[in-house]
Structure formats: C-alpha cells, structure tokens
C-alpha cells in the first residue's frame, strides 16, 4: 500500500511564498512522477507542476516563472516552492506519485492567499 501526503498549506498574503511538500510512503519500488494538481472553490482539478524520475519537470502556464518543484529521491519526497502568489492561486493542492502503473492520490492541503 502507498500514501501520499501533503503538508504545508495555509493563509498566506499576496505577493507572499509558501512551500508545500509531500511525501510518498509504503510499499515503493521506484516513482516513475510526482506532481502537483490544484482545485479552486467550484473549479475543476488543474495540472500544476510535474517532476519526472529523470529530472524532467513541467508546469501550467499560470505558474511558470512563480512556482518551482523538486524533490529528495532518497525521502521520496516533491516540493513546490510558489512565489508570488495571488487570489487566484487559492485552492486545494493535492499532491500525486506514479508508481508502476498506479496514480496515488494525497488528500489535499488548502493554500489560501488573501489579505
């Protein structure tokens, strides 16, 4: 069995930074990805960032240049570093890990950005 949890959500002010983490945990044999997905209240799941078992990341447009994800293979572990962040980054961020054929799914943690 694999868990996937989040941490490091919270209130945050515009203009301000937040790291989120998450970490993968069980039954791992190697993580292909890990990324980040975001809901916005009454919104969709949106792509965020991804970091592939090569290094190879990725991003949604609305974050590049702002957020930057990595990670600690040996904690298997990702970070998302979000710098300058506005109203319109608030959400729930939910974290996820491929492994084998298998997406695992965190529970989510709620960035919130407002002054």
């Known amino acids: 069995q694999v868990q996937v949890v989040e941490s490091g959500g919270g209130l945050v002010q515009p203009g301000g930074s937040l790291r989120l983490s998450c970490a993968a945990s069980?039954?791992?044999?190697?993580?292909?990805?890990m990324g980040w997905y975001r809901q916005a209240p009454g919104k969709e799941r949106d792509f965020v960032a991804r970091?592939?078992?090569?290094?190879?990341?990725s991003y949604a447009d609305s974050v590049k240049g702002r957020f930057t994800i990595s990670r600690d293979s040996d904690k298997n572990t990702v970070y998302l570093q979000m710098n300058s962040l506005t109203p319109e980054d608030t959400a729930v961020y939910y974290c996820?890990?491929?492994?084998?054929?298998?997406?695992?799914w965190g529970k989510g943690t709620l960035v919130t950005v407002s002054s």
């Open positions: 996820y890990a491929v492994i084998g054929s298998m997406m695992y």
């Open positions: 069980g039954t791992i044999a190697s993580i292909n990805a």
């Open positions: 970091i592939r078992s090569g290094g190879w990341t």
